[in-house]
């Protein structure tokens, strides 16, 4: 297909309108025709920044990463904190975007990762967390956060206690039990998940280090 001789849009404007459509419509309402039409070109005009509709999902992951915000460096050296507070901020740049968060399993923006962990790693080394933990630290709240935010985004937004759809109290009565009891919303239950696996890492690489003191801080 044919280009037009001059850009009529740009590239940041074309993934803003991506991502507006997967908002409103679910990620298979986005095509290249529906994407032209949202931005009042013809289709031959998005190829002059993207070679196909895989080069715009890869962009659009992008986007959602790139809404994650660092923490500031804690004065007191709190490298737990400051993990915590950052596997937050990306879990809500993702759940902005709930549509679109399963874009991330096929189009995780690697490069943008790889400097995010550049960062994670100096905060841990000026923290004098032992290095050979790094990479567990690192690795481990990867999948965690991934895993449970895109599991989030999956289902319709709850900000109440957690709870199971298709629990039936003569048939499920433990945890029907179970349910009755739990007192946390699903941001609680993902922040304390969090703090126990770093609680866990502190104890399985033995560290002595007085900044782990706030990781099991209860949630209320």
Same mark, same amino acid.
């Given at each position: ?125 000026? &923290? ?5 933990? @790094?990479?567990?630290? /690192? +690795? ?5 956060? %991934?895993?449970?935010? #895109? ?44 703090? &126990? ?5 502190? @104890?399985?690489?033995? /560290? +002595? ?5 706030? %990781?099991?801080?209860? #949630?209320?």
């Amino acid at each position: 297909m044919a280009r037009p001789s001059k850009p009529l849009i740009s590239r940041e404007a074309t993934i803003a309108a991506a991502l507006k459509i997967i908002d409103e419509d679910g990620l298979d309402a986005l095509s290249l025709p529906r994407l032209a039409r949202e931005l009042n070109v013809r289709a031959p005009s998005l190829y002059h920044h993207f070679t196909d509709k895989s080069e715009i999902l890869a962009d659009v992951s992008r986007a959602i990463v790139a809404g994650t915000t660092l923490p500031r460096k804690k004065k007191d050296g709190d490298w737990a904190e400051w993990f915590t507070q950052l596997t937050l901020n990306f879990r809500s740049a993702v759940l902005k975007h709930r549509n679109a968060a399963p874009i991330l399993l096929q189009f995780m923006p690697r490069e943008m990762m790889t400097d995010l962990y550049e960062e994670a790693a100096t905060v841990l080394a000026e &923290c004098e967390v032992p290095a050979h933990l @790094h990479v567990q630290i /690192l +690795d481990g709240l990867e999948k965690l956060a %991934i895993g449970a935010t #895109i599991a989030e985004a999956m289902k319709p937004p709850n900000r109440n206690r957690v709870g199971y759809e298709h629990v039936d109290a003569e048939a499920h009565p433990t945890l029907t039990a179970a349910v009755r009891a739990n007192q946390l919303n699903p941001r609680q239950i993902f922040e304390h998940t969090v703090r &126990c696996y770093l609680l866990g890492m502190a @104890h399985f690489g033995s /560290l +002595d280090h007085p900044n782990t003191s706030s %990781i099991p801080t209860p #949630i209320t």
